[in-house]
């Protein structure tokens, strides 16, 4: 007897594959574990979130241009203030103002 190819033994194996990804992910998300940067950190956690250099973030912070916090002599930061300030310097595309009216 011939074995015939069923595409849907196919689908259900990626489908599993699918399913189990899902549960892991969600899994990790529950646990946090999904970001791997620190919420708070010193001067390397603000170079590694906006892409600047050490200087440039010293001057930011001398000018109160870049939202940190002090504690003592040493400088902190936060993952979350750093990314709401880089979109808050988010400036409109054409079409966005273009659409908007």
């Not at 504690?71 to 750093?82: A, C, Q």
């Amino acid at each position: 007897m011939e074995e015939h190819y069923n595409p849907f033994e196919d689908i259900y194996i990626k489908l599993t594959v699918i399913e189990k990804s899902l549960a892991e992910l969600i899994t990790l998300l529950k646990k946090g574990n999904y970001n791997s940067t620190p919420e708070y950190g010193g001067i390397d956690l603000a170079e590694k979130i906006t892409g600047l250099a050490k200087q440039t973030i010293y001057q930011l912070v001398s000018k109160r241009k870049i939202p940190y916090m002090k504690k003592g002599k040493r400088l902190y930061f936060s993952n979350t203030e750093l990314l709401d300030w880089i979109r808050s310097g988010r400036k409109s595309t054409i079409d966005e103002i273009l659409n908007h009216k």
